[in-house]
Nanobody, 126 residues
């Protein structure tokens, strides 16, 4: 029972990628989903979160205006569209769930999230 991120790859600076997050063993329909990333030698950081029923979206300042989170409940998938990619976006990207809603306090605190799966590597070349 976990989430699985996919869609990573190698892209040039300024390019785009779309990541997908799918669930194994449970339905995403009633789950908020957060995207995180971890660059080599750095701590895991929050990127974005989307609520389940309200569909509210939240973004880290570093990706606002470039990344868009969305969900397709019929397909049981949450997406992260990443545009205008920069070399500093290079990281392993993970998805996880904080329950039904994105946390109001400490929105991207790792302890709020569960069902982490294997991530997907995004490499942005300069």
């Amino acid at each position: 029972v976990q989430l699985q991120a996919s869609g990573g790859g190698l892209v040039q600076s300024g390019g785009s990628l779309r990541l997908s997050c799918a669930a194994s063993g449970f339905s995403l329909h009633y789950s908020a989903i957060g995207w995180f990333r971890q660059a080599p030698g750095k701590e895991r950081e929050g990127v974005s979160c989307i609520g389940s029923m309200d569909g509210n979206t939240y973004y880290a300042d570093s990706v606002k205006g470039r990344f868009t989170i969305s969900r397709d409940n019929a397909k049981g998938t949450v997406y992260l569209q990443m545009n205008s990619l920069k070399p500093e976006d290079t990281a392993v990207y993970y998805c996880a769930t904080p329950g039904s809603s994105c946390p109001r306090v400490g929105r991207f605190g790792l302890t709020h999230y569960a069902r982490w799966g294997q991530g997907t590597l995004v490499t942005v070349s300069s």
